[in-house]
């Protein structure tokens, strides 16, 4: 048995650094350092519109005329995030008459449908703007290549390995994330304090990068990190693994790098009997409202989902033949503190409505979010 | 020649006729506390048997399809159904958990009919028939949640899954979901090992024909089955749902995890062989695999590894041990 595990141990630690890709970038960590500090650029309140690093690249010979039809291409609707998304951008859509017709397409998470959707759409010679938000960076690249031969095209969340798209909209990134949550937890603690690690899961770039950049800033503090597990997302799991870490040790604070499963990981602390300690989550609407009702010390670093109104503002700015930042459009990435918080806290919200949204004032805010 | 038939004989004098499954969980639970002496407080194996209540009742309900000699491949999604179906009906009401709860179980009972009405009478065979409910199950959860979780569960509703009992004497508390696990592995026990109904499900599993000759009402036994399992699924969701609040994908995974169970406990796939008592001692050892590699701390992708190779050898070896001591 002890064997058994040695060998596997040791295949997997030979095998690891074969596929390391580097998610642990100081000059990246840097640079969203910095724009988490910088003052965005655009109208104040209107997260959405605003752009951090002035850039514009002109849109006027593009030679479109509205209405046009704008097509897009998503990775999928398969989580709660992306679901909060793709509302935003619907009802976004109703904002702008230059838009004519939307055509969605989506690929389900999967990244052979996705390049095969982008061609049929390219085949089917209706759309005029194409927005792409691609499943995977290096998997989506000559798909989209190919979209930029026959029109504008606008991709936001995940990048793509090319410069031809008019432009890439994402707020700050995932060093951004990573970074306030653990910030936060370095100023409320003493070095040496227990901190618990919870991450979804290995290998994907965005969650990557917030772990990597959240580690370093714990690191750097002292912090004693008792452990860095992966919950694949499951809430069950998730309160599993915090109630056999509190059985051997004490905890000071938790953080993640995702908040979906966050009020799972709180009650693993009061079902056991403990005080919840200092605890980084995210915007969504369960946590936030835990964290109001508990009055816990905690910080809810976002991703925001306003990045998807902003991809067909861009698109509409694009027929109408405005400039629009470029050829990054990057946008501000808020995070939720004790003295915003109850800005965003809202219960006729489902429990997974991501609060950052910038959606509140829009026409059928809450009914189409699925509030009441 | 005659040295392999003496040795089956010798074997079965020097080992004791236990399941071997019994053996893993104990070698498991050794090796945690080993890792954890807290474990042998109430807080350790409470917590634990409470963690591995919805897979014991799945693992209980599954062994009645595949003793049968079928699968049910639609329970996973089924415990995402009741999460998800549970939190829109009740709707923030704890008063609503009085109907939601038996609703959900009718709902349980209803899925398993019609998987067994499929079998029986479509000629579906089961492992197609249920993958095709899973299906049908996963998407009817998402419709109705819209792809997001919309409510929350009430705490009357997470009762079940998430309270305990306190000032138990002797072990301090005992949580619901560990009283409920008792019960419904109680009823299915006596249901499997004591009454008609049991050795029906034997026969048919292990020949139908001869079944159908003997006078068993194959087609209503095989149904039943079903519904067994639907019920404790949806068991199993309430349990779930309770401890760890409501998600979409909540029941993903468990319709293998329950049949991994029901095998190590010895069941035999393609019927007419299996104990419930086994399968949840199969259902505890794959929760004690989870929470041993859980203590060790190793890396998720060689956690992946043992766990895979832990359960080829079990199940390798129950399979030897059962040659060996011919049972």
């Given at each position: ?87 935003n951008?619907?009802e976004e859509?109703?904002n ?213 109104r ?48 910038g959606c509140e004032e829009m026409e059928n805010y809450?009914?189409a979010?699925?509030?009441? | ?327």
């Amino acid at each position: 048995m002890k064997r058994i595990l040695l060998a596997t141990g040791a295949l997997a630690l030979s095998l690891a650094p074969l596929h390391a890709q580097n998610f642990d970038d100081p000059e990246e960590f840097a640079k969203q350092k910095e724009q988490l500090a910088a003052t965005p650029e655009g109208p104040e309140g209107q997260p959405w519109l605003q752009h951090i690093g002035g850039e514009m690249v002109e849109t006027a010979d593009l030679g479109l005329s509205a209405p046009a039809t704008v097509c897009f291409s998503n990775a999928g609707v398969n989580n709660p995030w992306r679901v909060v998304g793709y509302t935003n951008m619907t009802e976004e859509v109703k904002n702008h008459e230059s838009i004519g017709n939307f055509i969605h397409v989506d690929a389900e998470g999967s990244d052979d449908k996705q390049i095969a959707d982008i061609d049929d759409l390219l085949a089917g010679g209706e759309c005029d703007v194409m927005i792409v938000s691609p499943n995977t960076t290096a998997a989506l690249t000559p798909a989209v290549e190919r979209a930029c031969e026959a029109m504008p095209v606008i991709v936001f969340d995940r990048g793509v390995n090319t410069q031809c798209p008019v432009t890439f909209i994402h707020p700050v990134g995932g060093y951004g994330f990573g970074i306030q949550g653990a910030e936060f937890i370095a100023s409320k603690l003493e070095q040496g304090d227990n901190v618990l690690m919870l991450r979804i899961l290995p290998g994907v770039d965005v969650l990557e990068t917030r772990y990597s950049a959240g580690r370093r800033i714990l690191d750097e503090a002292g912090m004693n990190i008792v452990g860095a597990e992966f919950t694949d997302g499951d809430n069950a799991k998730t309160k599993s693994i915090v109630e056999d870490y509190l059985m051997r040790g004490d905890i000071d604070a938790v953080w993640m790098d995702a908040g979906a499963t966050a009020v799972a990981a709180i009650e693993a602390f009061e079902d056991s009997g403990y005080d919840i300690p200092v605890f980084v989550g995210e915007d969504q609407q369960d946590f936030l409202r835990k964290w109001q009702d508990e009055g816990l010390t905690a910080i809810a670093p976002t991703y925001p989902t306003y990045q998807w109104r902003t991809a067909i503002i861009a698109a509409a700015k694009v027929i109408e033949g405005e400039a629009v930042p470029g050829p990054e459009w990057v946008l501000p990435q808020p995070a939720i503190t004790q003295e915003n918080l109850d800005q965003y806290v809202n219960p006729a919200m489902p429990p997974l409505h991501y609060a950052m949204c910038g959606c509140e004032e829009m026409e059928n805010y809450p009914q189409a979010w699925g509030g009441n | 020649m005659s040295d392999s038939t003496a040795r089956p004989r010798a074997a079965r004098r020097r080992l004791p006729r236990v399941n071997p499954v019994w053996l893993l969980l104990a070698a498991l639970i050794l090796a945690i506390v080993f890792m954890n002496p807290g474990f042998v407080e109430p807080t350790g194996y409470m917590n634990f048997l409470k963690r591995a209540a919805p897979l014991a009742i799945l693992a209980a309900g599954q062994v009645y399809v595949i003793v049968s000699g079928g699968f049910d491949l639609s329970v996973g999604s089924l415990i995402t159904l009741v999460v998800v179906g549970s939190s829109m009906l009740t709707n923030n009401d704890p008063s609503a958990t009085v109907w939601v709860i038996p609703l959900m179980l009718a709902l349980g009972l209803g899925v398993g009919a019609v998987n067994g009405a499929i079998v029986c009478f479509l000629r579906v065979p089961s492992l197609i028939a249920t993958l095709g409910m899973m299906i049908t199950l996963n998407g009817l959860a998402f419709l109705w949640s819209g792809g997001a979780p919309r409510g929350y569960l009430p705490d009357t509703f997470r009762f079940f899954g998430r309270e305990l009992i306190k000032d138990v004497p002797l072990v301090r508390f005992i949580p619901v979901s560990v009283i409920v696990l008792v019960v419904v592995v109680g009823l299915l026990t006596w249901l499997m090992h004591r009454t008609n109904l049991g050795r029906q499900v034997h026969a048919i599993g292990d020949n139908p024909v001869a079944a159908r000759l003997a006078g068993v009402a194959v087609n209503r036994v095989r149904i039943t089955a079903f519904m067994l399992s639907g019920l404790s699924g949806a068991l199993a969701g309430i349990l779930l749902g309770g401890f760890a609040g409501v998600s979409t994908d909540v029941g993903t995974g468990y319709e293998l995890q329950a049949i991994t169970a029901a095998v190590l406990g010895g069941a035999q796939l393609l019927g007419g062989r299996g104990s419930v008592p086994a399968a949840v001692g199969g259902a505890l050892a794959l929760t004690a695999i989870f929470t041993l590699l859980n203590f060790l701390g190793l890396p998720q992708p060689v956690r992946q590894v043992v766990q895979g190779l832990i359960l080829i050898a079990a199940v390798a070896l129950a399979m030897h041990r059962r040659e060996e001591t011919g049972t």
